[in-house]
């Protein structure tokens, strides 16, 4: 036992007068400590008590000896730096579904009162109910000053950040918003099942696809009209911090669905004094008075005319065209208009009925409930929430049964009655200014497909780049 304390010693001593700290990767498994071959002053002598070491060697095994006194006399060191202690203490918390950001910041050691004012000056740059399940927040306590609350910070968009701090009297809120670089993204598919795999598949995010949609629901209907081997292409903003972190997705500047090998090409463009609108080549607004499919992913289960009835037993005339969807899938208005009637009515159970001009009219029944704030004389706008899928009335399972009427008639809505154009042709300046963006866009989207002017690739099915581009 003493020549292992006579040894502790030593190896001690070379330690400490490499002048370093020895870690335990430095040592070898007898122990020693491991350094690379070179000249080493003589070994100072050790100190280690021989009384201390003699009564080690004959003490009984169960006793331990103080390590304390295995101690090498070293070459006196010069005094260490002091060390700098961030008095602020950033505790990192989230947001649970369900929770508040008041039971948040209390369950991080924020006091009542002081976790009330905070999110009073928060209120006024950012509305707390707008906080998503998940949401990382950063809680900062001053330790230098009690652990005190200083103030809590947080990013709930990549490009937007905020924080709360305390300056002494009360706390005050900012919002950071950081600048974003706008590129476009282009996406092209087949469609070999479905529209939304092969978007997927593309690339293309879902809000995306849903305004493409949106865009295209004027004169198609996506439940009939597509067909394996349709192919689509899209031309999107994306916007990027600084970081080069995506943000977000912003407006579609060109779209093409090719159907049966008919090309419906749009694209964006704002005339002077007006708001942007979406145009085909020509020139001519793709709205029209009526959307075919006020409903988003829904089937078409029974289309105008003749039918035996599913409830009534009989041969009975359809008016209308029925979409079958979940209870609660939205409703939208079909055309800007005034609501003429809202609430239960006959068989149609949950009813709202729309004029729309030109003697135009719209009908939706069966709903599930009626959006909150219809009634009579309420003016909307197209593709407003007007009510909820469901099976009131005369219904035998959860589906849309829509109408157009023309002059108090329901008409087919499939039928060329049902699409009066309700949009504007451009003309003279604006539409040499459109054909421009036309050319340029196409011009683009090729550029992009071929390789040029690359900036990302992303390898799949589907075919992505982007590249940042100048509009008018």
Do not use: C, W
């Not at 020549?3 to 040592?27: E, F, N, P, Y």
């Amino acid at each position: 036992m003493g020549a292992l304390l006579k040894r502790i010693a030593v190896t001690s001593a070379v330690a400490l007068t490499l002048g370093g700290i020895v870690s335990l990767a430095s040592l070898d498994d007898t122990g020693t400590v491991a350094v690379a071959p070179q000249a080493l002053p003589p070994a100072p002598p050790s100190d280690v008590d021989p009384d201390l070491a003699a009564a080690a060697a004959t003490a009984p095994k169960d006793q331990q000896v103080p390590q304390q006194t295995t101690v090498a006399a070293a070459a006196p060191q010069p005094p260490s730096a002091p060390v700098s202690v961030d008095p602020v203490e950033r505790r990192h918390v989230n947001v649970g579904r369900g929770s508040t950001l008041m039971q948040v910041l209390m369950d991080g050691g924020v006091p009542a009162d002081s976790a009330h004012n905070a999110i009073s000056a928060l209120s006024g740059v950012y509305d707390v109910r707008r906080m998503k399940a998940g949401q990382g927040i950063t809680v900062l306590f001053d330790h230098s000053e009690g652990d005190k609350f200083i103030g809590l910070e947080f990013q709930p968009a990549a490009e937007r950040a905020v924080s709360v701090a305390f300056n002494g009297g009360r706390y005050q809120a900012r919002q950071i918003d950081k600048p974003l670089e706008k590129k476009l993204v282009a996406a092209r598919g087949r469609i070999t099942s479905s529209l939304s795999e092969a978007a997927s598949a593309a690339g293309v995010p879902y809000p995306v696809l849903d305004a493409f949609i949106k865009r295209y629901a004027y004169d198609v209907d996506f439940q009939r009209d597509l067909q394996p081997g349709d192919t689509f292409e899209i031309l999107f903003e994306r916007y990027y911090t600084e970081d080069g972190q995506a943000a977000r997705d912003g407006e579609i500047q060109f779209a093409s669905l090719t159907l049966s090998g008919k090309e419906k090409a749009i694209y964006r463009y704002q005339p002077a004094g007006g708001t942007a609108d979406y145009y085909n080549a020509l020139g001519e607004s793709i709205r029209r008075a009526i959307l075919r499919t006020p409903i988003d992913g829904a089937r078409v289960t029974s289309g105008f005319g003749m039918r035996m009835h599913p409830v009534l037993g009989y041969s009975k005339m359809h008016k209308g065209k029925d979409f079958g969807a979940p209870v609660g899938t939205p409703i939208y208005a079909a055309g800007d208009g005034v609501v003429e009637q809202a609430g239960p009515f006959s068989s149609y159970g949950n009813y709202v009925k729309l004029r729309h001009g030109n003697q135009m009219e719209t009908a939706y029944g069966h709903m599930s409930r009626i959006a909150k704030g219809m009634r009579a004389g309420l003016r909307v706008a197209q593709g407003d929430v007007i009510g909820y899928v469901g099976a009131t009335g005369r219904a035998t399972g959860p589906h849309l049964h829509f109408e157009v009427l023309r002059g108090g008639q329901q008409i087919n809505p499939d039928s060329k009655e049902a699409k009066i154009e309700a949009g504007r042709k451009l003309d003279g300046k604006d539409l040499k200014q459109f054909q421009a963006i036309v050319a340029e866009d196409q011009e683009t989207f090729r550029g992009m497909q071929d390789g040029t002017a690359m900036v990302a690739v992303k390898p799949g099915t589907g075919h992505v780049v982007q590249a940042a581009v100048k509009r008018h």
